[in-house]
């Protein structure tokens, strides 16, 4: 069975109990074209979903924003059909909100990740919309228990014996866990302790190692995972003289790192430095006019590996004191200048956070100018982060721009005469170069700003270049990259989905927004083709953003049709070719596979599944003419996969040249077929045997 009907919101009179289309292809209606359409009851629909007595669908608002009313003209009865998609609250793993007749909008049941087997932990990852299960792992080591299949550590409870311990000699414990005890080749631990602390007599590089070490020194900075981490010491020997800056690099390829300054070892309260960052492997500490004497190096690894520590011992100095607007370094534009990233303070507010805090320079405009910020790493293994603000400077909103990650320079447009601050900061300690470049004034792009000119036309395509453009559009979608701004309105209340096209290497968003873009209604992130979809959008002036991390050219499409009921599939319908739900009118569906059997296979899934694959339904799309068709999952609850066919014996028929599309990230499955006319099925099934509940937009377009 499956149900359709229109509401008590600001939505047009459609079909009630049949599916709902689009005619062939979305466009805006006209008055004539928005009119009632006849209605076809059938007999099966849900006793709950009927309410009073009716002669018209005026006599049926149920006054429930969630639900579409309509009278039922054969049963004399009106008929409420709940739409989910309304009551959303954009959160995955809070559960499905969930339309009820007579209620509205009521919380669904949290999503339980739970596999019932103790070898695997189960977490909801907001992120992919999706539960992830990581091997149990009590002690951190990244070694799973033995007891459980591919685990292999035979103590569990200690961070220091698993199989990925080097053996050490002489201690009576299976470190390795090979169920041999100080077996060889074995190795005895260096600067594993005070005692043991490795010498290094003055500036040099020197070899060292936490191979067979343990955790034994406490660090106020550290790696990913102290838990699972190992740490060696060493004495540095600065020699009689005057006093000097002592500088560290801890060097380890491929492994994550920290290195920390004592003044005494095996007290972490006399830590005078430590540096350290999310997957960084070479990181510097640096302690400031020490004099004479002996310092201590404690460097963290996240696994054993040979370390390089380079010690330094530079000219006396100062900290640096240009960590705020009011202290801000002068520098000349077009002159390249040397940072040091070591431990400045954080004290203004940023969009684009870091971890070592900024070092804060200013650069003086004597008249209009666009002004371009790169930064690059010179030494260790941090990335820059770059930011410009205005002559005011103290406040977030006085951040003109910001920049990092790999991410373009910083750039603002027609700035006017001042002195403008730049701060510069890094994920990890490093050592990077700052350039400002100014450069002419250029006009502002007619499709900067939500003010904007420039509008995208109802199922419609608009190119953009992002490359002479910033960041202007404050919604809360994208903090950072480049944006544009077209406006989109709607006649009627309108299903609208918006789809960004983008370089398979960039990282986008585009959104939904009011006419001030002062908060995003719909907003999604990630790489091309990045979507957004929003249902039952009143009529009014509306603007669709789009934004890139790299600034560049790329393509939106604003697929507009007016709002349609949704058409529920009952439990079990379409479970095969002989019994497919028909989509030829487009609309938009929901179903859910986990009351299905596993019927069919497909090329994209998993090689590992089993005949059948997963649980599966069919629907069936009959073209009577070339048609652009796109199919869009956005909102199911698990990874689907969407697989168009040539309809054709033996069922499901024929594979489509980029037909199948699995949709392993939390947008789902999204196809954009141009197709001859003729008949197709289209299989909704699960990667790896996934199943359960499904959103299915369907849009047929001209092509």
Request: glycine share 10%; proline share 9%; net charge negative.
């Amino acid at each position: 069975m499956a149900v359709a009907a229109c509401g008590s919101r600001d939505v047009p009179n459609r079909l009630v109990l049949a599916p709902v289309g689009d005619g062939g292809a979305d466009a805006e209606p006209d008055a004539e074209a928005d009119a009632p359409a006849p209605i076809d009851a059938q007999p099966d629909v849900p006793a709950s979903n009927l309410g009073a007595p009716c002669i018209d669908d005026g006599q049926c608002d149920d006054m429930i924003a969630c639900t579409y009313d309509s009278c039922d003209q054969t049963l004399g009865r009106c008929l409420h059909v709940p739409d989910d998609t309304q009551c959303d609250d954009g959160v995955y793993c809070d559960g499905e909100e969930q339309c009820v007749v007579g209620h509205g909008c009521e919380p669904g049941p949290v999503v339980g990740c739970s596999n019932g087997s103790a070898c695997n932990i189960a977490s909801c990852v907001e992120a992919t919309k999706s539960c992830a299960y990581a091997p149990r792992d009590l002690d951190g080591d990244g070694d799973p228990d033995i007891h459980c299949a591919g685990g292999h550590d035979c103590n569990d409870l200690d961070p220091n014996v698993s199989s990925l311990h080097a053996e050490v000699c002489g201690n009576g414990i299976d470190d390795n866990c090979n169920g041999l005890v100080d077996e060889t080749p074995c190795v005895t631990p260096t600067g594993d302790s005070c005692a043991t602390a490795f010498a290094a007599p003055g500036a040099g590089t020197y070899a060292l190692s936490t191979v067979g070490n343990g955790l034994s020194f406490g660090t106020s900075c550290s790696v990913t995972n102290p838990s699972a981490a190992q740490d060696v010491v060493a004495a540095i020997t600065v020699p009689p003289g005057p006093s000097v800056n002592l500088q560290v690099w801890a060097t380890a390829p491929g492994v994550e790192v920290a290195v920390a300054l004592d003044l005494t070892c095996g007290q972490p309260r006399t830590e005078v430095a430590c540096g350290s960052g999310s997957g960084a492997t070479s990181v510097r500490a640096m302690a400031y006019q020490v004099a004479p004497g002996t310092y201590y190096a404690v460097v963290v690894t996240q696994s054993e590996t040979p370390v390089e520590l380079e010690v330094d011992l530079l000219p006396a100095t100062p900290p640096p004191t240009n960590g705020d607007c009011a202290t801000a370094t002068p520098i000349q534009p077009s002159t390249p200048t040397s940072v040091s990233i070591v431990e400045p303070p954080t004290l203004l507010p940023t969009a684009c956070a870091a971890i070592t805090g900024e070092l804060t320079y200013a650069v003086t405009l004597a008249q209009p100018a666009d002004i371009n910020v790169y930064a690059s790493t010179v030494k260790g293994s941090g990335t820059p982060i770059v930011g410009l603000r205005d002559p005011t400077c103290a406040a977030a909103t006085d951040e003109l721009a910001c920049a990092g990650q790999g991410a373009l320079p910083v750039f603002a447009r027609g700035t006017a005469p001042g002195v403008y601050v730049v701060t510069l900061s890094a994920t990890s300690p490093i050592d990077a170069t700052l350039d400002v470049v100014l450069s002419p004034a250029t006009p502002v792009p007619p499709d900067q700003t939500c003010a904007s000119s420039v509008a995208v036309t109802a199922n419609g395509t608009v190119p953009f270049d992002l490359s002479d453009h910033v960041n202007a559009v404050d919604d809360g979608c994208a903090t950072t990259g480049r944006d544009a701004a077209y406006e989109l309105a709607l006649g009627v209340a309108s299903d609208v989905l918006l789809i960004e096209r983008i370089p398979n290497t960039d990282v986008g968003a585009v959104s939904l927004d009011g006419p001030t873009c002062s908060a995003a209604l719909a907003c999604s992130t990630g790489g091309t083709p990045v979507r957004v979809a929003k249902r039952n959008v009143a009529a009014g002036a509306y603007v669709a953003v789009v934004n890139d991390v790299l600034g560049l050219q790329g393509s939106l499409d604003a697929l507009v049709r007016p709002t349609v009921a949704p058409t529920i599939l009952a439990p079990g319908a379409a479970d095969t070719c002989a019994a497919p739900f028909d989509v030829s009118q487009g609309g938009f569906f929901t179903g859910d596979t986990s009351t299905a059997n596993a019927d069919y296979d497909n090329p994209c899934d998993s090689p590992t599944s089993p005949p059948g694959g997963a649980k599966d339904q069919v629907l069936s799309l009959n073209l009577t003419q070339p048609q652009r068709v796109v199919l869009d999952m956005e909102g199911s609850s698990y990874a689907t996969i969407l697989d168009v066919r040539q309809s054709g014996a033996p069922c499901p028929g024929l594979p489509l040249t980029n037909g199948c599309f699995v949709g392993f990230t939390a947008q789902r499955s999204f196809l954009d077929l141009e197709l001859a006319a003729g008949q197709y099925w289209i299989v909704i099934d699960g990667l790896s045997g996934a199943s359960g509940p499904w959103d299915l937009d369907v849009r047929l377009l001209d092509p």
